[in-house]
Each structure stands twice: as structure tokens, then as C-alpha cells.
């Protein structure tokens, strides 16, 4: 993947679990985050708010040391500087949400689990691909005589992939976890359905009622047994940006049990 670049030349980088010790619980997302910087011009005023710089260092990250990241990322004196977001849930809010609004609630630390994604690298959605077409533009990389930014969309046909399935397979039975946590609907369409011995396709299949949202599932995945705990994406958890009502309303109901 080291052929695709963000703006300001860091590459795509491939984000996995960096702790391969056996844990207790594997939790499989959709794809890696970015790390975000605020992009303005000479005189201070903002072109970006939040522009995808890098990869994130690790899966799942919560946004630590974003200072230091972005100070490593150099442009030219013409075109500004990079700071750190003015919004400061723009890096790592998915991670954050994962160890407050899942991971906690179920008595879990980082310590007890191998996070992985059905996709490990980064993609840029349709809000960067706007930010990069008005202000990263293709007569302001020749004349600085900077690296194309060519990350690529997100298009969920790519995660129609069985050697990538089999890639978190692998993953999964590493991890020696016996308790799984799928991060809504993709995972389990494009993971678990594969493996199921059960017709599970969507996290509505295991419960969208506060009575059944969250409650675990037995499944057996080559050849062995494991307790499935379907829940929604940490950006609907979280109320990040767009999200479903519905599903974080059951997800806020999930956590005041578990804490009861």
C-alpha cells in the first residue's frame, strides 16, 4: 500500500494490532483512521479545518501524541503551516469511544484485547476528497513540487475479499481470544457471514431491542466456539459526526446496564 500518499507525502501505511500476546477478546472494525491536521496559510487564515495527513500509529488510537505527529510533516513556508485541530475529537475519537463505551462497560482494557479492521489502512471519504480538490490541487503539487495525494476512496466492494477474510482469520486464532466484538453491519457481512454457522448477515440479526441489543451469541467459527457480542460502530456509540439514532440510543441503554 506504500504506493498511495496523503497530502504532504506521508504514505499509507497498513495499521495492526502491534501486541500479539494471547488476550481475551478480539474486535474486529471496518477500516484505520487518519491522523487529522488543521491546514492554514501564511497569514494565519484556515484552508482546512481537518485535512488527512497520516496514517494513524496505531489501531484504534486515541489521539495521543497528534502534536508531535504533525510537527514531523513538513510543507513549504508558501503554503503555511499545519497545526493540530481546533476541534480536538477530530483524532482519535473512535478509539476513545471504543475504551470508554465498550471495552470499560464489559470490564476489558486494551491489555485484554487484539483490535484488527476489516480493512487495515486508511481511506478518504467524500469530506477530505473535497478539502484536497480545492486546496491540495494538481498546479499546487507541481509548482512546490509535492507528492500526489492518492489515498484511495472507501468503496465496500474491496471488503468482498476472501484472502482478506482469511487474513483476519488467521488474525483471530492468533489472538487465542474466545469472545469476539463486531462493530456493526460490515464486519459481520463481511467477516462473520463467511465463517458463521448461524444466518447472521447485519447487526440486526442479533437484536434491536434494548432487551436483546448486546446479548452474546454462541457461534461456531472453524471448528471452534465463540461468544459473539454484536454492537454498533464507536462513531454511532459516540455521536460522531453522521450516525444512527436508533443504535446509540439501544448502545447508551447496553452501557447503563452493564454499569447497574
Known amino acids: 500500500m506504500n504506493q498511495f500518499h496523503f497530502p504532504f507525502g506521508q504514505p499509507l501505511k497498513k495499521v495492526e494490532q502491534k501486541d500479539q500476546t494471547p488476550k481475551k477478546v478480539f474486535v474486529l472494525g471496518v477500516y484505520a483512521s487518519a491522523v487529522h491536521a488543521r491546514w492554514v496559510d501564511m497569514n494565519g487564515k484556515q484552508k482546512v479545518a ?12 486515541r489521539g495521543e501524541n497528534v502534536q508531535e505527529i504533525i510537527n514531523c510533516i513538513q510543507i513549504p513556508v508558501a503554503l503555511g503551516r499545519l ?12 478509539g476513545r469511544a471504543l475504551d470508554d463505551l465498550f471495552l470499560s462497560p464489559l470490564g476489558y482494557s486494551r491489555k485484554d484485547v487484539w483490535l484488527s479492521d476489516l480493512l487495515p489502512e486508511s481511506r478518504v471519504n467524500e469530506k477530505q476528497k ?21 489515498i484511495p476512496d472507501f468503496n465496500k466492494s474491496e471488503l468482498d475479499s476472501a484472502k482478506r477474510s482469511r487474513e483476519i482469520l488467521k488474525e483471530l486464532e ?8 463486531l462493530l456493526g453491519d460490515l464486519p459481520i ?12 448477515s447485519k447487526l440486526s440479526d442479533f437484536g434491536e431491542t434494548s432487551e436483546t441489543y448486546g446479548s452474546p451469541v454462541d457461534v461456531i467459527i472453524n471448528n471452534k466456539k465463540y461468544k459473539i457480542i454484536a454492537l454498533c460502530h ?8 453522521t450516525s444512527s439514532l436508533k443504535w446509540g440510543q439501544l448502545h447508551t441503554e447496553w452501557i447503563r446496564k452493564k454499569r447497574v
Open 50 to 61: 481537518a485535512l488527512a495527513v497520516a496514517s494513524e500509529p496505531e489501531i484504534f488510537w
Open 83 to 94: 497545526l493540530v485541530p481546533a476541534n480536538k475529537s477530530m483524532n482519535g475519537p473512535s
Open 130 to 150: 473535497e478539502a484536497i480538490t480545492n486546496h491540495y490541487t494538481p498546479e499546487i503539487v507541481k509548482q512546490f513540487n509535492l507528492t500526489p495525494a492518492t
Open 174 to 181: 492468533t489472538s487465542q481470544a474466545s469472545t469476539i466484538i
Open 189 to 200: 457481512k463481511w467477516f462473520l457471514r463467511f465463517y458463521s454457522n448461524k444466518d447472521h
Open 234 to 241: 464507536p462513531r454511532q456509540a459516540g455521536r460522531l459526526g
